[in-house]
């Protein structure tokens, strides 16, 4: 049997309705992958398979520094045991030699006085390294050996205390220290800034100390392949800013506005607002400058991956006046305002400067139309207010009513007329 044909023509069915309308562009979504910078300015990065270890034993002072605090200790520690062991072993050696330890010998001179065991030899040591000095026991000028001993004692005993202070010192001083009160906004926001489409991040000072010639510099890391069909895992490439084209350091007085004007030597000039939110690139800032009060280099890290940067988005401003004097509010520190931002990317920005006017326009009538509609609303709320209190004025102005009787043939009838 053949098939009934439908009344309604097959291209104004729903199949042929739905293979002509435009289909919307489809982004893949992006995978989750590894941050090279973490938001704290940790360095996400492990080094595996490193087979000349002894480079890191050339560089000894650096290693020690390099460690944490609880392996630090560990080792100095350990030095310091071992070291008095050994001289220990060393003054017993000595004493032995000499015929000290002998329990017969009674008269003739010793050594080291009153050093008579290892126990008493460890504890001759460690007085010895730490000048401490009881007045118990302590060397004559009988044994040339000890003399030798008790010099080579002292050399090692500063060289030790010198590495340990200067390691200590180090470790409590690092510029990383200093870096903690150096705080970037959580996120980074695109926006239209002098008719330029602009990233821009905030960065500020918690300290009163200031940064001594703060610098800024912008890179953006991202998944490469060459024409060549050579694949960079990690493609580094500068992004100038503002700043560094206007000076050459900053004033970190106030929480600053750090802005790069995408343009085409930018790596976000070919980027829409979705294809923004479907890449892998992160942006990473670095701040260094020198401490006002040590003198150091101080080196500040974040990054910005796609979910952190908000298209159409602006700062709001921090810094008032308040008494002459200018204050700071660092609860909104990272606050961000929607602003009128077109989708497009730069590219399309400047091919078609128009969508730039047309979406400052749409955005100055949707505007228009909010202050009318509140104003209308005011309006009415008043208006309202103003039949309710005139209802209740002119509630004791209503008329009483009038009772009128006539009299009837069968009777007297009550009609009350008002």
Known sequence: MLARKSIIPEEFGLPGLVSRVPRKPVFRD????????????????AHKNIREQGRFLQDVFTTLVDLKWRFTLVIFTTTFVSSWLLFAMSWWLVAFAHGDLDPQRQNGTHCVTDVKSFTSAFLFSIEVQVTIGFGGRMI????????TVLMMQNIVGLIINAVMLGCIFMKTAQSNRRAETLIFSRHA?????????????RIGDLRKSMIIGATVRLQVVRKTTTPEGEVIPIHQIDVQTESAVSSNSLFLLAPLIICHVIDKNSP?????????????????????????????????????????IQWGHRFVP?????????????????NTV???????????????????IQTLQKNELSQQNSLRKRNSMRRNNSMRKGTGSLRRNNSGLIAPKVQFFSATDGGQNLNAVT
């Open 30 to 45: 992006r995978v989750n992958k590894a941050r090279f910078i973490a938001k704290n300015g940790a360095c996400n990065l």
């Open 140 to 147: 004559t000028e009988q044994c040339a050996t000890a003399i």
């Open 189 to 201: 926001v695109i926006a239209v800034r002098n008719n330029n489409l602009c990233f821009m991040i």
């Open 268 to 308: 976000l000039y070919d980027l829409s607002a979705m294809e923004l939110q479907c890449s892998d690139l992160e942006v990473i800032v670095i701040l260094e400058g020198v401490v006002e009060t040590t003198g150091i280099t101080t080196q500040a890290r974040t990054s910005y991956v796609s979910e952190e």
């Open 318 to 334: 921090i810094v008032t006046e308040e008494e002459g004097v200018y204050s700071v509010d660092y609860s909104k520190f990272g």
């Open 338 to 356: 929607k602003v009128a931002t077109p989708h497009c990317s730069a590219k399309e920005l400047d091919e078609k400067p128009s969508i730039l």
